[in-house]
């Protein structure tokens, strides 16, 4: 008999997610916070925050998944968040394609067959150009908020564009092209331009079978998706909760024990 609810937790490096689901797999509620370096309390105290929210005595199952799975005690299983990714967007969707997650220090482009199951997958986790870093690093040097940088990015007029491939020497271009009077937003597009082009070519190695679905906190900019889905000339899908797309993975395997 399965469970009366289970939980996923997604250990990230930038944030730390728990979600809950109800037997059927239906989403009920979630946590998330930014990670902190004392990872295993913090684990420890978001699911057990996930259980008071929803009035339970006991923890249910809990399956982990991030880089820091392996600190979370109360997991009974540790799965990939390739295989998590996944097996959350198929089931929020129902169908396969091409599932890119953009996290905070990294980037995955995962294929989906049409029975759910990752065909392929390519990751970058050595260069920051390629991830959320890469944004909120810049966002900081604008003083802008990364949540608004999408939306800066789609109205500007003009595109500056971002020749380095690097995230410490595109500081110092967006430091010149400040310098020489250039147009805010116009730079912002010029690095969601560069991102995405990034992105894109790392999502062509695994064939780029459409659609293609964003998952990750950098699917929450509006400006990210609408460029994706330009760059790679085919429509883009935003599943429900795509930040918390690895912890509801978690929560269905957690369910089948
Ligand atoms: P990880 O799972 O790798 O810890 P997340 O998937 O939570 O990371 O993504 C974190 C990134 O999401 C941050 O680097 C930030 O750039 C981006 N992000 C978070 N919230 C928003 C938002 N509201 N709008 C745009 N980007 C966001």
């Known amino acids: ?17 728990a979600v809950a689901v109800d037997a059927a797999g239906e989403f009920l509620a979630f946590r998330l916070e930014a990670t902190r370096p004392r990872l295993e309390e913090q684990a420890a105290a978001l699911v057990s925050g996930l259980a008071t929210d929803l009035g339970l005595g006991d923890l249910p199952p ?9 600190l979370v005690r109360e997991a009974a299983r540790r799965v990939t968040e390739i295989t998590c990714h996944a097996r959350g967007a198929f089931r929020a969707l129902g169908y396969g394609g091409t599932l890119v997650d953009i996290g905070g220090q990294d980037a995955k482009a995962i294929r989906i067959g049409p029975n759910g199951r990752p065909v392929d ?9 390629g991830t959320g ?3 909120e690093h810049t966002a900081a040097r604008l003083g802008v908020e990364v949540a608004e940088l999408g939306g800066r990015a789609l109205a500007a007029s003009g595109e500056e564009p971002i020749s380095s491939t690097c995230t410490v020497f595109a500081e110092s271009e967006i430091i010149s092209l400040i310098g020489r009077g250039a147009d805010l937003d116009a730079i912002i597009r010029g690095l969601h331009r560069s991102l995405v082009g990034r992105i894109v070519a790392m999502a062509r190695t695994v064939g780029l079978v459409p659609p293609l679905i964003l998952s990750g906190g950098v699917a929450l900019n509006s400006g990210v998706r609408q460029m994706m ?3 790679a000339g085919m429509p883009v899908v935003l599943p429900p909760y795509p930040q918390l797309l690895g912890a509801y993975g978690a929560a269905l395997l957690a369910l089948e024990g």
């Open 121 to 129: 997958f390519a990751m970058n986790d050595k260069c920051a150009a």
């Open 133 to 135: 870093r890469f944004l």
């Open 62 to 70: 809990v399956v982990a998944t991030g880089y820091g799975r392996g």
């Open 229 to 231: 889905a330009e760059a």
């Open 1 to 17: 008999m399965s469970p009366a609810a289970a939980f996923g937790v997604d250990a990230g490096s930038t944030t730390c997610k």
